[in-house]
């Protein structure tokens, strides 16, 4: 199993959080390594130190560091054309991946470090992508989003935190010269968001997992036919038996910004906080003591108005108050 990480600093205790976790739940489905590939954007040395750690603990794991500088280099040539560059940096790594990866990888399974798994990734990691560039779980804001870069309805559009890649298909159709030829030629800044732009240009050809496979903060807090309307999705994309599955039997619970907050974050109301501190608690980062963010008040008197929103609202409200980004809901969606 080949899985690819990225981190920098600031995120390496919720980085080793992950992977902790997924070789606790998956150390005994391969007879191989588990080799798990991170591109590292200058995470400190002790922290390195701390995630190789996990090496001795399971002996399956095998651990790569890729070094950013060369990525980097390749990044100069766009950072004047990509938005919010200094803030999301690591994100736009991932488009270059086949030049860092080895030749012989023909699939990978990527993941965002604000991430834990609480089951194998087995059966995920042993889809059948067949000729699809990617697997992933349709985005919760997905009908917003293609409206906004003018997807057509029937494209699909995945959040990128977990994407099982094809790596072969990438290669034989060329896909990070698209890539770098798409940044080129665009003008619009909006298609340049690292997951607008890989949405984009795969469209269609993207393979939609059950959505525990990437179960997002809203889908814990919200029952099914409230979270379709106030999404405005479409009922075939994912069933409520699935949804149920969802919250029952996740893959992968992504913690995603939202009015729930995080569970390193002061405050966290998020429904799968002891989750996060279960696998701390076992990984090398077992008594490191969160520093929590100070945040204002009407800071979070504006987060419990958008909880409460979300869960007493009409759905037809709510739903047209998400399209709209009144109360500037979208601003917890990254």
């Given at each position: 199993?080949?899985?690819?990480?990225?981190s920098?600093e600031?995120?390496?205790m919720?980085?080793?959080v992950l992977i902790?976790?997924?070789l606790?739940n998956?150390?005994?489905?391969f007879?191989?390594?588990?080799?798990?590939?991170?591109?590292?954007?200058?995470?400190?040395?002790?922290?390195i130190e701390k995630?190789?750690?996990l090496?001795?603990?399971?002996?399956?794991?095998?651990?790569?560091?890729?070094?950013n500088s060369?990525?980097?280099k390749?990044?100069?040539n766009?950072?004047?054309?990509l938005?919010?560059?200094?803030?999301s940096?690591?994100y736009?790594?991932?488009?270059?991946?086949?030049?860092?990866?080895?030749?012989d990888i023909?699939?990978?399974?990527y993941?965002?470090?604000?991430?834990?798994?609480n089951s194998?990734?087995?059966?995920?990691?042993?889809?059948?992508?067949?000729?699809?560039?990617?697997?992933?779980?349709?985005d919760?804001?997905?009908?917003n989003?293609?409206?906004?870069i003018n997807m057509?309805?029937?494209d699909?559009?995945?959040?990128s935190?977990?994407?099982?890649?094809?790596l072969?298909k990438?290669?034989e159709d060329n896909?990070?010269?698209?890539?770098?030829?798409?940044i080129?030629?665009?003008?619009?800044?909006?298609l340049l968001?690292?997951?607008?732009?890989?949405?984009?240009?795969?469209?269609?050809?993207v393979?939609?997992?059950?959505?525990?496979?990437?179960?997002l903060?809203h889908?814990?807090?919200l029952?099914?036919?409230?979270?379709?309307e106030?999404?405005?999705m479409?009922?075939?994309?994912?069933t409520?038996?699935?949804y149920d599955k969802?919250h029952?039997?996740?893959v992968?619970?992504?913690y995603?910004?939202?009015?729930?907050?995080?569970?390193?974050e002061l405050n966290?109301?998020?429904?799968?906080?002891?989750?996060?501190?279960?696998?701390?608690?076992?990984s090398?980062?077992?008594?490191?003591?969160?520093?929590?963010?100070p945040t204002t008040?009407?800071?979070?008197?504006?987060l419990?108005?958008?909880r409460?929103i979300?869960l007493?609202?009409?759905?037809?409200?709510?739903a047209?108050?998400n399209?709209?980004?009144?109360?500037?809901?979208?601003?917890?969606y990254?």
């Amino acid at each position: 199993m080949n899985i690819l990480l990225v981190s920098d600093e600031n995120y390496a205790m919720q980085l080793t959080v992950l992977i902790t976790s997924i070789l606790e739940n998956s150390s005994d489905d391969f007879d191989e390594h588990i080799h798990i590939y991170i591109l590292n954007n200058n995470i400190h040395k002790g922290s390195i130190e701390k995630i190789k750690s996990l090496e001795e603990k399971y002996k399956k794991a095998k651990l790569h560091f890729i070094d950013n500088s060369e990525i980097e280099k390749k990044l100069e040539n766009f950072k004047d054309k990509l938005p919010a560059i200094d803030r999301s940096t690591s994100y736009y790594y991932r488009l270059f991946i086949i030049s860092f990866l080895p030749d012989d990888i023909d699939k990978i399974l990527y993941m965002d470090s604000d991430i834990v798994t609480n089951s194998s990734l087995a059966e995920l990691y042993n889809t059948n992508l067949a000729n699809y560039y990617v697997a992933g779980v349709v985005d919760i804001n997905e009908t917003n989003f293609k409206e906004k870069i003018n997807m057509d309805p029937d494209d699909v559009y995945i959040n990128s935190g977990v994407m099982l890649i094809n790596l072969k298909k990438w290669k034989e159709d060329n896909i990070q010269d698209k890539i770098v030829g798409f940044i080129n030629k665009t003008t619009d800044k909006e298609l340049l968001y690292d997951q607008h732009l890989l949405n984009y240009i795969f469209k269609s050809n993207v393979m939609i997992l059950e959505p525990r496979n990437n179960v997002l903060t809203h889908i814990y807090v919200l029952n099914y036919k409230r979270f379709m309307e106030i999404f405005r999705m479409d009922y075939e994309i994912f069933t409520e038996k699935e949804y149920d599955k969802a919250h029952t039997s996740p893959v992968c619970t992504h913690y995603i910004s939202s009015p729930w907050r995080r569970p390193w974050e002061l405050n966290s109301k998020h429904p799968k906080n002891d989750l996060f501190f279960k696998y701390k608690n076992i990984s090398p980062y077992t008594n490191y003591k969160i520093k929590y963010n100070p945040t204002t008040k009407s800071y979070m008197m504006k987060l419990y108005i958008n909880r409460f929103i979300f869960l007493n609202f009409p759905t037809k409200l709510v739903a047209y108050m998400n399209k709209h980004n009144i109360l500037n809901l979208q601003q917890f969606y990254n």
